[in-house]
């Protein structure tokens, strides 16, 4: 498949193709997502029931879903991990940890600011330019809401998208490290980056 020729981005998602975005998410982040939600088939139904369409961008070919990039600004996330849907899967305390680990790890935005909190493109086909093709129509699109910064956070263990961010013009601001904390989630420090989306 020639994933260049054949990728259509689409903003907002049809209900049936949830599930195959929450199975992205998890591939992607299946080890930080491990260390909160477990077993995994728990883990991609609460993620499926938390997408909200309307803040995503999603690289569709032949009518699957090959990557996606969703967006927070001030209180709206792409992955609202709602309480009572996580309360449908584990108990009271369980689901209290699950949702407050999800809620401490969502950053404080500026009205001005706007940042992406969950991207991945379909392991078989990266590197075919569908994640700049992603990034690219969610920076049109972040220039034309009028927000004036876009950000966001990428690991240490990540460096190769680190190199496509830089590409396109986000820079380093802020290295935040957390040591030992998350060890188990497969990462010890992230980068903080921004670019500039008006003059």
């Known amino acids: ?72 600004y001030l209180n709206n996330e792409f992955l609202k991990m709602n309480f009572s849907n996580i309360n449908k899967k584990f108990n009271f305390l369980k689901s209290f940890f699950i949702w407050f680990l999800f809620r401490i790890d969502s950053p404080k935005l500026k009205k001005e600011e706007v940042r992406i909190n969950y991207f991945a493109v379909e392991k078989s086909i990266r590197d075919s330019g569908i994640g700049t093709k992603l990034i690219k129509n969610f920076l049109d699109y972040a220039k034309k809401q009028g927000f004036k910064t876009a950000r966001l956070e990428v690991v240490d263990t990540n460096p190769r998208a680190k190199k496509l961010y830089e590409k396109i013009g986000f820079s380093v601001k802020k290295i935040k490290k957390y040591y030992f904390l998350t060890r188990r989630a497969g990462f010890s420090e992230e980068a903080i980056m921004e670019i500039k989306l008006q003059n």
């Open 1 to 72: 498949m020639d994933a260049r020729t054949e990728i259509k981005i689409i903003k907002e998602l049809p209900e049936h193709l949830y599930h195959q975005t929450a199975e992205i998410i998890y591939e992607a982040f299946g080890r930080k997502i491990n260390c909160i939600i477990r077993p995994k088939d728990k883990a991609i139904l609460i993620l499926e029931r938390s997408i909200n369409p309307e803040l995503g961008f999603f690289a569709i070919s032949k009518g699957k879903v090959v990557g996606f990039l969703g967006i927070h």
